[in-house]
RNA sequence: GCCCGGGUGGCGGAAUGGUAUACGCAACAGACUUAAAAUCUGUGGUUCGUAAGGACGUGUGGGUUCGAGUCCCACCCCGGGCACCA
């Protein structure tokens, strides 16, 4: 049996009126019994691959701002497929998280469960949507045949020497017990629950995004991405162009003070130096005279949130340290000063100071009554300082006359052949803070184990980084010893409480039984630590890692599993990661424009270095939707009540008006408000297409006919729409197409005949926009199978020509009327009729005709 | 402060440098109806004028152009991102 005529004996609802709640449910069986949506690994038709955002399963259900996206994408996904792709459109849940733990703490039921809840509903209302996912590729990164692979990944990073564990100062909560990412403290509080934070030193993992800093610039050229978005991840990667330098401390003994800066032409300018609090050289340089106020001012600045040192940017703070060292392009004396507002992440945690040409050291220099020299002269000879903008270089015997960036190359050379600088280029960008003290997330497949045992171990495996993780606590030093691949995956266990320890460690440091174990190094098997050890040198004792991973790590790389999301070989075979490439295209929120982005970035291009995917970017073309607004013009949020449920709208209009009209509200990329008055707009252009196919007793309208023809306007107009709404289809632009069939209608109406090929061509064209309303007309009006598989609707150039045309006067640029004319005219034809014109002809008289511009099938401006 | 995006009727919005306000909502008037709903028809920027018609109109002020919502310059306002990154 052929798959369409499995179709052919599904029929249509016999409703009389337009019944969305009966008819929508209807066809959604219909295409869920026949796996209409299903993508084929093995198809010859070309590819299309279009990608969602998928979502995180809230206990809230789904939010307006979901289908806005989907439909989108839903759309595109069935035009593509009448167009003849094997398209690709798959869903699923990125269910591991913190809201999930927190419900669990509170509720004291497994976050498994929960979740679980929560996916049935949200795949409920997606369904209820009809939107063309191909459901037999779901894919949960709770699941463990998931996470499995999001385990296999870290592996990869980890041998590769991409992930090491580092104590370091992170975001501790005190209210969640857990420790936060930069990301998720907003303005000095939790992003979740909006508790206060505080810094505390916890041993962590980190990935080494660092390593992949230019990559990640450089792949953005290649990509079709929003400009504001690609933008936003190079000003977060921030890399700038520079030089070390290092001055002579003037205490020869304690060596150089290496500085990082921007700006090396202008080293003649430096007229102070100054270090970060944290500085290791801080104390070493500070002088005995000037050692109380240097401590209190380190105190103050370490007792100093981040959000207090933001808040005070404006005012700048600093204490000299006393000493002195040598500018060695001039010899100069240089007072070095420690101030907060240089930072020790970033570059060496020193500068040069040069307040004639930047902004805060000139800030400061005024405050502290400190020298300042210019070095760079204004292009226009403006006096005023500080000055950072183009201009040539004075004040710097052997550089003078040079534009600064020719000064900073020739010096940067110069301080290289002497050996006290170099060029360099520093990124703002930090390794990543890869681990959560937290349940509900994928396990790390590491265990942690003696020297001796690590050293037996390296010499039995072969998948081990070329130079161990380690970490020295209470003393002794632990080494990571990774899982074999093989034992993937490390199942999350089950815990008596979901309480964090409190102490910075996941509840599963509760879990003794299973954190405490002797492990095969070898094969990666392991017992319990109460019972006694097997027989074997490859048994050693070893600790469990407690941290999970966070919620970046399932969605870093789920565009993946799509493609093959049964393999339990792979995350995906080489042949589908091949056919179905990258996705064509990827739609979701413009909140992800950095870190989730950025992230998958990150890992693709691993997985591509490493062999296992074909190309260096993910996301060749990428599109943000636009927020959908309360009706109140305010973000929608349960605490204004401005929420719109989706689920309510179904039911009082059904899912084809509200897909309509989240498509109509405006452009797809727009910030817009919801309007409740505004869907009963799209509800009626249904109805009118519905009347328009069937009368009142639910038979096909009498004024279609199998011979009749439309007039030669509305003809016109018909094959304009199909040019139009296939053109604003491909390009996202919902809105007009949208209009374009209401005009369309609103002509049809008036015809007195309806020809049948007319009206199914219409069917078509919405079908993609309104899934549901278009099947069923085009089972009513007597037509087999799946619309669907009808094919796209093709217009006929040469009906868009018309035979007369409106043409425009305009005197002096001024609209004085038109006039209907044949296609053909000619300027001198038009400046007579223009004359003629009893509505042109006045603002003409009595002045001589000066020069006239012919716009052809547009205007003519007569100019007197 | 820096980097983006945007300001068009009562509202959402449309407009390859060429008739500004398409399409929809809301409003008003009319038709159908015992009535209502539904549906259909029509009106609709401001201002002067009985009208025909004129003048002015896309945040503000300039400019380029035969012609500017659209291009250029300056400014104002709104939204988003970054924020002492040397």
Redesign the pocket.
């Known amino acids: 049996m052929s798959h369409s005529g499995g179709f052919n004996e599904m029929a249509a609802t016999n409703c009389k009126d337009y019944e969305f709640l009966t008819i929508e449910p209807h066809w959604q069986t219909i295409w869920e019994k026949t796996k209409a949506f299903r993508a084929d690994n093995g198809a010859t038709k070309p590819k299309y691959y279009i990608l969602d955002m998928f979502p995180y399963p809230s206990g809230a259900g789904l939010h307006i701002g979901h289908p806005e996206g989907y439909t989108a994408t839903d759309i595109l996904a069935r035009f593509k497929r009448a167009r003849g792709f094997n398209v690709l459109h798959p869903i699923g849940w990125d269910a591991f998280g913190l809201p999930a733990e927190q419900h669990a703490v509170k509720t004291g039921t497994h976050p498994a469960t929960n979740t679980q809840n929560n996916i049935v509903n949200f795949r409920r209302q997606i369904k209820a949507l009809g939107f063309s996912y191909d459901w037999d590729r779901e894919v949960d990164t709770t699941d463990p045949k998931y996470y499995r692979w999001t385990q296999w990944i870290f592996l990869q990073l980890f041998k590769k020497g991409l992930a090491y564990v580092d104590e370091r100062p992170v975001w501790w909560c005190p209210e969640l017990k857990t420790v936060l990412a930069?990301?998720e403290v907003v303005d000095g509080k939790s992003e979740v629950g909006g508790f206060p934070v505080e810094r505390r030193n916890l041993r962590q993992w980190v990935l080494r995004i660092t390593a992949y800093a230019e990559p990640l610039i450089d792949g953005l050229k290649d990509v079709d991405w929003?400009?504001?978005t690609k933008?936003?991840q190079e000003?977060?990667i921030?890399r700038?162009e520079?030089a070390e330098v290092l001055f002579k401390l003037e205490n020869a003994a304690l060596g150089d003070l290496k500085?990082?800066?921007?700006?090396?032409d202008t080293l003649f300018g430096c007229t102070y130096m100054?270090i970060?609090p944290e500085h290791p050289l801080v104390d070493s340089l500070t002088v005995p005279e000037q050692r109380d106020a240097v401590k209190a001012y380190r105190f103050k600045a370490a007792s100093k949130s981040?959000l207090e040192?933001?808040d005070?940017?404006?005012?700048?703070?600093g204490v000299f340290s006393g000493s002195y060292a040598i500018n060695p392009v001039n010899g100069a004396r240089v007072p070095i000063w420690i101030?907060?507002?240089?930072?020790?992440?970033?570059?060496?945690?020193?500068?040069?100071?040069?307040p004639a040409h930047?902004?805060?050291?000139h800030?400061?220099a005024v405050q502290f009554n400190l020298p300042i020299i210019r070095v760079v002269a204004a292009n226009d000879g403006a006096e005023e300082l500080p000055y950072t903008g183009d201009g040539k270089v004075v004040n710097s015997p052997g550089y003078d006359g040079l534009t600064w960036p020719e000064a900073k190359k020739k010096i940067i050379a110069e301080l290289a052949t002497r050996g006290v600088g170099k060029g360099t280029i520093?990124?703002?960008l930090r390794d990543w803070l890869f681990s959560r003290q937290r349940y509900w997330g994928e396990p790390f497949p590491i265990v942690w184990v003696s020297e001796a045992d690590y050293a037996r171990a390296v010499a039995v495996r072969s998948d081990l980084p070329a130079q161990p993780v380690k970490f020295i606590e209470n003393g002794v030093t632990q080494y990571a010893l990774p899982l074999p691949d093989a034992v993937l995956p490390l199942i999350l266990p089950e815990v008596q409480s979901y309480l964090p320890s409190g102490l910075g460690e996941s509840p599963l440091a509760n879990v003794t039984e299973w954190l405490e174990i002797w492990v095969n190094i070898q094969t990666g098997a392991a017992v319990p630590a109460s019972q006694p050890r097997p027989a074997g040198d490859v048994w050693v004792r070893a600790r469990r890692e407690t941290n999970t991973m966070p919620q970046w790590a399932g969605s870093c790389w789920y565009y993946l599993r799509y493609l093959d999301p049964q393999n339990a070989g792979a995350l995906a075979s080489p042949e589908a990661l091949k056919y179905w490439d990258v996705p064509d295209l990827y739609v979701g929120g413009?909140?992800h424009?950095?870190l989730h982005l950025l992230y998958a970035r990150f890992w693709h291009k691993v997985l591509f270095d490493l062999g296992v995917v074909p190309q260096s970017e993910p996301f060749k073309k990428l599109f943000h939707q636009?927020?959908i607004l309360g009706e109140d013009?305010v973000?929608m949020s349960k605490s204004r009540g401005n929420v719109v449920n989706p689920d309510d709208i179904i039911s009082k209009y059904g899912a084809d008006s509200l897909r309509l009209y989240l498509m109509?509200?405006?452009?797809l990329?727009?910030?817009?408000?919801w309007?409740p008055?505004?869907i009963?707009?799209?509800?009626?252009?249904l109805?009118?297409v519905w009347?328009e196919c069937l009368n009142e007793e639910g038979a096909i309208n009498p004024r279609i006919s199998e011979t009749g023809a439309l007039s030669a306007d509305t003809e016109k107009l018909f094959h304009e729409t199909i040019k139009k709404v296939t053109e604003n289809t491909e390009d996202l632009?919902f809105?007009?197409a949208?209009?374009?069939?209401?005009?369309l209608?609103?002509a049809l109406?008036?015809e007195p005949v309806l020809p049948r090929s007319v009206m199914l061509d219409v069917l078509k064209l919405l079908a993609p926009l309104a899934p549901h309303i278009t099947e069923e007309l085009w089972a009513r009006l007597g037509q087999s199978g799946s619309i669907m598989a009808a094919g796209w609707p093709s217009f006929d150039a040469a009906k868009l020509v018309a035979t007369t045309l409106?043409i425009?006067f305009?005197v002096?640029?001024?609209?004085?009327?038109?006039v209907q004319v044949p296609v053909g005219i000619t300027e001198e034809e038009l400046v007579k009729l223009a004359y003629e014109n009893?509505?042109v002809a006045?603002?003409l008289q009595g002045k001589p005709l000066k020069?006239s511009?012919f716009?052809k099938?547009?205007?003519i401006?007569l100019?007197v």
Request: hydrophobic share 35%; aromatic share 6%.
């Open positions: 930069n990301e929003p400009d504001s933008r936003m000003a977060w921030g700038s520079g500085v990082f800066t921007t700006r090396p100054v970060a981040d040192r933001t005070l940017a404006k005012d700048k703070s101030a907060d507002y240089v930072i020790m992440g970033y570059g060496t945690g020193a500068i040069m100071a040069v930047d902004v805060r050291d800030e400061f520093n990124y703002k413009a909140e424009a950095v636009g927020i013009g973000k109509f509200l405006g452009p990329e727009a910030m817009k408000p309007n008055q505004g009963e707009g799209v509800h009626r252009f109805r009118k009347r632009r809105n007009t949208i209009s374009q069939l209401m005009i209608l609103n109406q008036k409106t425009v305009q002096n640029g001024k609209h004085r009327g038109d009893p509505k006045p603002h020069r511009i716009v099938g547009k205007l401006n100019l």
